[in-house]
């Protein structure tokens, strides 16, 4: 019967990023006896913990319909100032934590503002975003004269260098975000409304959903999502360069989440997958680097494994 | 002496999904002949045409030209076969003229060079010919949708066609145009091509047409002569039962107003709309396409902004803005596009159910198995035919989805219920279940609003009917005067209402 046919393919694209994570891994682990190390992978899930927060949150920016552009430049921001507000109040234990409330709260803020354009205004997220790329990668210049954000305080590097249970704190914050967003996106009703949003947004209208609100919060969690990562990154270095931290960020969040099987015409998608779509392009990157690829074709890799996904997707949505 | 078929369809079967929506129709139509094709929606009138212009490839069956067998891959085969259509849905390209719409892959060329001026003189001779006063120049997304209709037609006949294919053309056409059109497509007829016409007007078929073909649920039910048939024995071969069966018994147990509009206005498109509704009754919206009755119903909801007019509910006004406010009020609306503005396709059935009401499923998290209890209740209550409740709504059929729809906004416990075009595009079985079920609500209390284009809906359906026509409300009837005859009038604006 059609139907089970249909049953099987739409099985067989939910497990689809789980099946390229596993041939990916049986690969390298074959191909590069320091794979499978525990150190070498620990060091992959730390590595992809950055921008795989920042995807998480992109998930229901693009399951809503929508994109962000400007999560790179927000993070920079965020974490730049983060820094100026620790070294302002005396670099304590108390300046660290008002200097994670303002990345938190200047993510949010920043996510909130694109929300707020492309609902308000209803213009296009792709060109809003665009725009407040430039803006808020223009004012983390600004504010440092495009030198470095240098933080007085020692102890905030704990959080990004840190471990907690073998395991590094920002991969913890990961996998702990992740988890909490896939309920959200899966058991609340903000979640069935995003899905529902970027599904068909008049069907939502004309159930009685506020479509404005609901697209506005997806922004706003990217926003907090890439919060998140400006103390995460910035604390590990412990300096948020204004000129190149998130760089490029956008670019793998959003291929986190469509190799993840999120659908980039909106309305389908997990954070599960865009988790391991996060670890796939870190096992990528990592085997790359492993078998001496120029660290300059590796953007072709890349590139190539994100033309690849959508174009399984968009042969999975015609054959439909 | 039996005319040689010019077009013959032997056995045409046509699947979809495993669904038979053809079942071995078999067609033959004669040079100089007009045949009309009549069935309710669903009946497989269009999945035909579609077939015989090359839009869809059947699952089974032949076409046979001129007695040889041909295959119509495509669109452009059909037309170098000399088969022309005119389609249901407009498809004319807004951004072009109307002469190069006419003209639109068939241009005449003079050298490497577009003929212009042939075109245009062309057009303007057939839209002449069709009685149409459309410039030839103009944007075809300037034109009304009758005259857009004109120009669908010209298009069809400027080409020497062998095989025109009229499907359903007079939906939107005025009385005089229906006439030219006629006439013309007869002068065609005269010249030797044969001719389908497809349509669910009886009267119009009685009138132009030579033999008549009638399908249901996509069987071939008759082939006959016009001339040996009244209106009432197609109708009565189309639904297959009497009419009296296929409509519940009306009671008229109309209570307190549950919903009072007073001078509800929309700009440009409703104005000074006054109505009472009352608990327990089927009130009908019947016009013409455009006469402003989705955008009442939308006001009424706060899906549209409306500049005037005060709404009661149960007595108390309520100033609705949103549709939230409405809901909360026991207000629901089923648009009449199911499927742009009704059911999320990528949804299941369940998911779909609980939408609008989500929030009795959610004390924070979303209680699933309590979700798939109603959905399951409703499958049963309106015997909704799926594979599980986790089918996506875009695999189930439109009969199906419409329960799924209206188990959505039951879900809500409403106590006013308005329905627009509840039945467009389903079978007569699923329509029939829907009617007896709004029958049954209204007996239960709920005050329900019945938006139809079909006046045989309306006048079967519902207690009383407002005619709308542009933008007002040109008639309240009920009783004796609710006949097709004296709707017409109204909507047309042949007739107005006396007031005293």
Redesign the interface.
Same mark, same amino acid.
């Given at each position: 019967? @059609?139907? &089970?046919i249909?049953?099987r393919q739409?099985e067989y694209a939910r497990f689809a990023p789980l099946i390229a994570l596993a041939v990916l891994f049986i690969i390298s682990a074959l191909s590069s006896p320091y794979f499978l190390k525990l150190q070498n992978l620990l060091n992959i899930l730390r590595q992809v913990s950055y921008t795989g927060t920042i995807a998480l949150g992109m998930t229901f920016v693009i399951i809503g319909g929508g994109i962000d552009l400007s999560v790179g430049s927000l993070a920079a921001m965020a974490g730049g100032l983060a820094i100026l507000v620790i070294n302002a109040a005396g670099a304590g234990a108390d300046a660290i934590a008002l200097g994670i409330v303002t990345a938190l709260a200047v993510g949010t803020a920043g996510g909130a503002l694109n929300g707020f354009l492309v609902t308000r205004f209803n213009m296009a997220p792709f060109v809003v975003t665009l725009g407040t790329m430039s803006i808020f990668r223009s004012l983390t210049l600004y504010f440092i004269n495009a030198g470095e954000y240098r933080s007085a305080s020692d102890a905030y590097r704990a959080i990004g260098a840190g471990k907690f249970l073998g395991l590094f704190i920002p991969v913890w914050l990961f996998l702990g975000l992740a988890a909490l967003l896939q309920?959200v996106l899966t058991? @609340?009703?903000y979640g =069935?409304?995003v899905? !529902?949003v970027g &599904?068909?947004e008049?069907? !939502?209208?004309?159930?009685? /959903?506020?479509v404005r609100l609901i697209r506005f919060g997806t922004y706003s969690i990217t926003g907090f999502t890439v919060g998140v990562t400006a103390v995460m990154f910035g604390s590990r270095l412990n300096a948020v360069s204004s000129s190149n931290m998130g760089l490029y960020y956008e670019m793998d969040a959003i291929a986190a989440v469509v190799i993840g099987g999120t659908s980039m015409a909106g #309305?389908?998608g997990t954070v599960l997958g865009t988790v391991l779509g996060a670890i796939i392009l870190g096992i990528i990157n990592n085997m790359l680097n492993m078998m001496g690829v120029s660290p300059y074709l590796q953007g072709t890799v890349k590139g190539l494994v994100i033309i690849l996904a959508v174009l399984l997707q968009y042969r999975g949505n015609r054959n439909? | 002496m039996e005319p040689v078929p010019l077009l013959e369809a032997v056995d045409l079967s046509k699947e979809f999904?495993?669904v038979g929506v053809l079942n071995r129709v078999r067609v033959s139509v004669a040079a100089g002949e007009i045949l009309g094709v009549i069935g309710e929606n669903g009946a497989g009138k269009s999945t035909l045409v579609k077939i015989l212009s090359g839009l869809y490839q059947p699952s089974a069956g032949s076409i046979r030209l001129e007695g040889r067998p041909v295959q119509v891959r495509d669109p452009s085969a059909a037309r170098r076969l000399g088969i022309s259509t005119v389609p249901q849905e407009l498809e004319l390209v807004d951004s072009l003229t109307v002469a190069e719409n006419v003209f639109l892959g068939a241009e005449l060329t003079r050298g490497p060079l577009l003929d212009r001026p042939a075109m245009v003189s062309r057009t303007a001779r057939m839209l002449g010919e069709l009685g149409t006063a459309v410039d030839p120049h103009a944007q075809a997304g300037g034109l009304s949708v009758a005259q857009k209709q004109m120009v669908e037609i010209a298009r069809a006949l400027v080409h020497e066609s062998r095989v025109l294919i009229l499907d359903e053309p007079t939906t939107v056409l005025s009385a005089n145009e229906v006439e030219s059109l006629f006439r013309l497509i007869r002068q065609v007829r005269d010249r030797g091509v044969a001719v389908l016409f497809i349509s669910h007007k009886l009267h119009e078929v009685k009138a132009l047409c030579d033999r008549v073909l009638i399908l249901r649920d996509g069987d071939p039910v008759s082939v006959a002569p016009t001339a040996e048939m009244t209106p009432d024995d197609m109708a009565r071969g189309m639904v297959g039962r009497e009419l009296s069966q296929v409509f519940p018994e009306k009671h008229d147990s109309a209570g307190e107003p549950a919903l009072e509009v007073e001078g509800l206005t929309v700009p440009g498109l409703v104005h000074d709309v006054s109505f009472a509704l009352r608990a327990g009754e089927i009130l009908g919206f019947a016009g013409l396409v455009g006469a402003g009755r989705t955008e009442v119903a939308e006001a009424v909801m706060g899906?549209r902004h409306r500049t005037g007019g005060v709404l009661r509910v149960g007595g108390q006004e309520a100033d609705i803005r949103?549709?939230?406010q409405?809901?909360d009020l026991g207000l629901a609306?089923l &648009?009449e596009?199911r499927q #742009? =503005? #009704?059911?999320?396709?990528?949804?299941g059935i369940t998911?779909n159910v609980t939408? /609008?009401s989500?929030?009795r499923y959610?004390r #924070?998290? /979303?209680d699933?198995a309590r979700e798939r209890g109603a959905a399951e209740k409703y499958i049963a209550r309106f015997n909704v035919r799926a !594979? &599980?409740l986790g089918? !996506?709504l =875009?695999?189930l059929s439109g009969g199906n989805q419409q329960k799924v729809y209206l188990a959505?906004w039951m879900d809500t416990e409403p106590r006013i219920l308005i329905l627009d075009e509840p039945t467009r595009g389903i079978d007569v079985s699923a329509k029939m279940e829907i009617y007896r079920f709004v029958r049954a609500l209204a007996d239960s209390g709920i005050a329900c609003v019945v938006i139809s284009s079909e006046l045989e809906e309306v006048i079967g359906l519902c207690n009383r009917v407002c005619v709308m026509r542009q933008g007002r409300i040109a008639a309240t009837l009920a009783g004796d005067e609710l006949n097709e005859e004296e709707m017409m009038y109204y909507a047309t604006g042949l007739k107005r209402e006396m007031r005293a």
């Open positions: 019967m @059609t139907w &089970s249909r049953g739409v309920v058991r @609340t009703r =069935r409304y899905l !529902a &599904s068909s008049q069907v !939502a209208r004309y159930s009685a /959903i506020k #309305g389908a439909n | 999904s495993g899906l949103h549709p939230r409405a809901v609306y &648009s596009d #742009g =503005r #009704g059911v999320v396709l990528d949804f998911e939408l /609008i989500l929030a959610a #924070g998290l /979303i699933r !594979a &599980s089918s !996506a =875009r695999f959505k």
